[in-house]
């Protein structure tokens, strides 16, 4: 849809994931310095490749936009804080991911060691050996341990690992440095995003639990003030929401535009038709792109009439973005926060979140 309509050349790239693609195993020598960015340089690679070959498909070297959701996202925030990857793009949308899910190297190599250990393995020959589908069925037990234990992003084991080539510092004291902040960046995140991931009923019990590995304890009374009468699964969703993808985005554009830096933020709200749901994680993605009706979208926005105009505005953003253009509403400042809301009837939105930023200072 963004070539067809948009004069783009689009690039889907592949890089390694999860233990594979975030494993540090620098304790094993210099020829596993930077194993626990993996992925990272691979995407870097890639974006090596456009640079170097994207003309011969009618592509700009100067004019590339990365863009990715969730782990994309990430991956998007990840290459804007990292000096080995500037130069290589010039524009950057991460949708629902930001800054704050690389790992100290100190936990990269805890969860180094949870995987080594589901492996029973000891030397880095040994891990060599394994298997490739031993080592995701490790993977998958390894995120089991690394949740229970409460240490690093709070989510998953395998991300980037700071303290190397790639990753010298953390994330966030890169973008606060202002690396990146050359490159304009549209970013945000989705209302209800964590309503894809709790599957169960919660009590007020789980609820305190998930807030105090959240970070306080104090986030359930502050939420239940913001939010009087949601039950418990309510909350937990609004706190994973939260947690995870819009405390994080905000506060990465807030590192930006500190230093000038050319940020616009959005926020997606139109909800699927599939009730619990609502704006969940990932539904902007068939927006911006434009293809509501292609196969299986249907069971992710619920039956009734097409939201079309909701797509055409966000694919027009997306499209003028990408081409060089504004997209359409006042940069995002410190005084005023303008966030632009998606949704049948779209809107601008000043200060809208400060109560909950202030319900997570000092903690997120």
């Known amino acids: 849809s963004f070539a067809l309509n948009g004069d783009i050349v689009v690039v889907s790239i592949n890089y390694r994931l999860g233990a594979l693609g975030f494993t540090d195993l620098s304790r094993f020598g210099e020829g596993y310095a930077t194993s626990g960015v993996n992925g990272i340089c691979d995407q870097i690679k890639a974006l090596e490749w456009v640079r170097d070959n994207i003309s011969g498909f009618g592509g700009d070297p100067s004019k590339v936009t990365i863009a990715g959701e969730s782990a994309g996202g990430f991956s998007v925030a990840t290459l804007l804080g990292c000096e080995q990857a500037q ?11 930001a ?24 030397s880095i020959d040994e891990l060599k050996s394994a298997s490739v589908l031993d080592i995701l069925k490790a993977q998958a037990r390894v995120d089991v341990r690394y949740n229970q234990m409460n240490i690093g992003n709070g989510v998953q084991a395998f991300y980037p690992v700071e303290q190397n080539e790639v990753l010298p510092m953390p994330l966030r004291e890169s973008i606060r440095a202002g690396v990146g902040a050359s490159v304009p960046m549209l970013t945000g995140t989705n209302k209800d995003e964590n309503t894809l991931f709790v599957m169960e009923k919660m009590s007020s ?6 807030a105090r590995a959240y970070g306080s304890e104090s986030l359930v009374e502050a939420y239940r003030e913001m939010l009087p009468g949601a ?13 995870t993808f819009k405390i994080p985005a905000i506060r990465h554009v807030e590192d930006r535009v500190t230093h000038g830096a050319d940020t616009w933020m959005y926020q997606f709200d139109w909800e699927s038709r599939n009730v619990h749901l609502k704006a969940t994680h990932a539904l902007e993605i068939p927006f911006v792109f434009n293809v509501l009706t292609s196969p299986g979208v249907d ?11 909701v797509s055409d505005e966000m694919h027009g953003v997306w499209t003028s ?41 000092g903690i997120r």
């Open 321 to 361: 973005f990408i081409q060089g253009d504004e997209p359409g509403w006042p940069k995002y400042d410190l005084e005023k926060r303008t966030v632009k809301h998606f949704d049948n009837n779209s809107s601008l939105v000043e200060n809208g979140e400060l109560p909950r930023l202030n319900a997570w200072e």
């Open 99 to 122: 800054t704050h899910h690389t790992l100290t190297d100190d936990v990269g190599k805890v969860v180094a060691d949870l995987l080594m250990d589901e492996l029973g393995v000891e």
């Open 299 to 309: 069971a992710f926005i619920g039956e009734g009439e097409l939201p079309q105009a």
């Open 87 to 97: 130069g290589l793009f010039s524009r950057a949308i991460p949708q629902s991911g």
């Open 231 to 243: 039950t418990e699964t309510e909350l937990s969703i609004e706190l994973g929401t939260d947690f």
């Open 205 to 210: 019990e789980k609820l305190r639990y998930q």
